[in-house]
């Protein structure tokens, strides 16, 4: 596959586009009765998606989020809408153990073994910070999602990945959302790590890539 190409005859088979794709839909997503619903702040990483499942329509509006960690303190922002209807949903869930209606989820993603680096990169981009401490001149790079057990998944294969990824324990946030985060001390191995070859494929989020490496430049300068 290729940027090029684009779209996988079938989107649950196992392709770095597909392993992308369902990280940010796992990520950053809604599973119903015949409909997925993917989100994305950011318009090239929203057409990539769209163009990976196959549909070139995107919906944008304005919306106003609560920070990943604390409800009390919200931003406003792009928000940009993948949807895809038919069987492609319940396929998924039932594949890929991913919850329906907001029921909990098993999260069985061994599919993508062979393209954690996509898969990874999706869920960093779907339900991941990053951001910049200034106190500590170091990188930040956290999880956060409603789901425990989506978390834990994610922690598992970050254990898995050739940058050794140690991580803190999954811990509930102020906003009633589970998170953790990766040791600062590895952000300079595992954040370039993920974004290696996204250009070849167009698999990635700018406006993301852009802010972790800003965000290492000026924990190097420190």
């Known amino acids: 596959m290729s940027m090029e190409t684009g779209t996988p005859a079938d989107l649950l088979a196992s392709h770095p586009e597909t392993a992308y794709f369902w990280g940010r839909a796992v990520g950053d997503g809604d599973v119903e009765p015949g409909a997925l619903t993917v989100r994305a702040n950011d318009e090239t990483a929203a057409r990539r ?3 990976v499942a196959g549909d070139e329509q995107v919906d944008h509006r304005i919306v106003e989020r609560e920070y990943a960690h604390d409800t009390a303190v919200t931003r406003t922002e792009d928000e940009f809408t993948i949807q895809v ?9 039932a594949a890929f153990g991913l919850p329906v209606n907001g029921d909990p989820g098993g ?28 106190d500590a ?5 956290s999880f956060v999602h409603e789901h425990r057990a989506l978390l834990e998944r994610v922690r598992g294969l970050l ?60 924990a190097g300068e420190r």
Request: hydrophobic letters at 35%; proline letters at 6%; a negative charge.
């Open 49 to 51: 998606l769209a163009a």
């Open 137 to 141: 001149g170091t990188v930040g790079i």
């Open 85 to 93: 209807f038919g069987d492609v949903a319940d396929r998924a869930a």
């Open 107 to 134: 999260y069985r993603l061994d599919a993508f073994d062979g393209h954690k680096r996509q898969l990874l990169r999706g869920l960093l981009e779907g339900c991941g910070t990053v951001c910049f401490k200034s």
């Open 159 to 218: 254990g898995e990945v050739p940058p050794e990824a140690p991580t803190g324990d999954v811990a509930e946030a102020s906003s009633g959302r589970y998170w953790f985060g990766l040791a600062d001390e590895a952000a300079p191995e595992v954040g370039p790590w993920l974004y290696e070859g996204c250009e070849e494929t167009g698999l990635f989020a700018p406006s993301r890539r852009r802010k972790l490496l800003k965000s290492l430049e000026r």
